[in-house]
């Protein structure tokens, strides 16, 4: 059993913020980079944030200056702080991480949450 979970998602009038959080599972060991994706209906899943091990991080053009991804490598956490969101944020959101879990390497996916903005 592979494990991501998350937390945070909900529903937002523009200009407002969330937090969303993602915890690996105890037997997962993250050894690479943590990111977040997003995917609205009709739509490519798309990369929205990632922050290598040693705190490099990338952004997408739409979401640069607005997000903020962060982790805890100890806790092998993830979270993405989201502030002046817009209507088109609208999406599930699902955190990724490149882990190994019982020598089994590999890419892991959240279960995703809804992230709703309203206009």
């Known amino acids: 059993q592979v494990r991501l979970v998350e937390s945070g998602g909900g529903r937002v009038q523009a200009g407002g913020s969330l937090r969303l959080s993602c915890a690996a599972s105890?037997?997962?060991?993250?050894?690479?980079?943590m990111a977040w994706y997003r995917q609205a209906p009709g739509k490519e899943r798309e990369l929205v944030a990632s922050?290598?091990?040693?705190?490099?991080?990338n952004y997408a053009d739409s979401v640069k200056g607005r997000f903020t991804i962060s982790r805890d490598n100890a806790k092998n956490t993830v979270s993405l702080q989201m502030n002046s969101l817009k209507p088109e944020d609208t999406a599930v959101y699902y955190c990724?991480?490149?882990?190994?879990?019982?020598?089994?390497?590999?890419?892991?996916w959240g279960q995703g949450t809804q992230v709703t903005v309203s206009s």
């Open positions: 990724n991480c490149l882990g190994d879990y019982h020598g089994n390497l590999a890419t892991y």
């Open positions: 105890g037997s997962i060991i993250s050894i690479g980079p």
């Open positions: 922050m290598t091990s040693g705190g490099n991080t």
